[in-house]
């Protein structure tokens, strides 16, 4: 019996026929209460957007409003075989360096003469080329400067379509990352790279680095520089046709069949090297090894 009367409790609280109530409130009381969510969330919604719209208006398409950047842009280099940055292979066995020269002509390919003379601007080197803006008038698209392929000589893939990998003298081609509206360099200073030995740790207190093994280099362009006239750079939108600059460097006598560990760098008189937040800012460590078969 005490079942059949819970049994029947729980019917009259999801529909009582004598109140017309169904669980527990008149149709009324839920119209109410219904009216008042629907209010609430268009009021919540209506919030939301307002935000969103002010936060809107602070934005500009074209550059970022607050940047939170390191002091120091990173370094990449080409071609890139994998996250170890190792790029290792075997002198006769042309399969092993090939895909290395494919990734090099891909990644020069914008940089044809053609293409630069088509999309970009001679510039006037040695200086920054600044476009700014005239109060609210935005002088957008703005103009890029050409970096032609040939400036990087014989690792430009022109005159030896190898880049040097075929006979153990190869290239390695090093850019910075992009930073809006970066000035690398003060009072006519422009940055430059060197590479050298890295030195890494082979013990508990033991330190070594591989000067000896390196041998000679050569920069493309003369003296490894990133000329001023590329800088500022305005961002991807107002600066479409942008093309970074680039620094070839050719190993001319580096020590095969051993593992070489070469760390290049950026020098400028107002870029500081390995931040606090990132020791690697500024500088990009790579293994290479060439094979030779006797």
Known sequence: MAKDGEKGEWKEFIWNPRTREFLGRTASSWGLIILFYVIFYIFLAGLFALTMYVMLQTLDDHKPTWQDRLSTPGMVIRPKADEAFEIVYTVQRTESWDLYAQALDKFLSPYNDSVQAQKNHECTPDQYFQQEDSGDVKNNPKRSCQFNRTILGNCSGLHDRYYGYQDGRPCIIIKLNRVIGMLPGKDGQAPYVTCGAKRYKVGKDEW?????????????????????????YYGKKAQVNYSQPLVAVKFLNITTNEDVNIECK?????????????????????????????
């Open 208 to 232: 070594r680095e591989d000067s000896e093994k390196i041998g000679e280099l050569v920069y493309y362009p003369p003296n490894g520089t990133f000329n001023l006239m590329y800088y500022p």
């Open 266 to 294: 950026i020098n400028a008189n107002n870029i500081p090297i390995a931040s606090e937040r990132d020791k690697f800012a500024g500088r990009v460590s790579f293994k290479l090894r060439i094979n030779t078969i006797n």
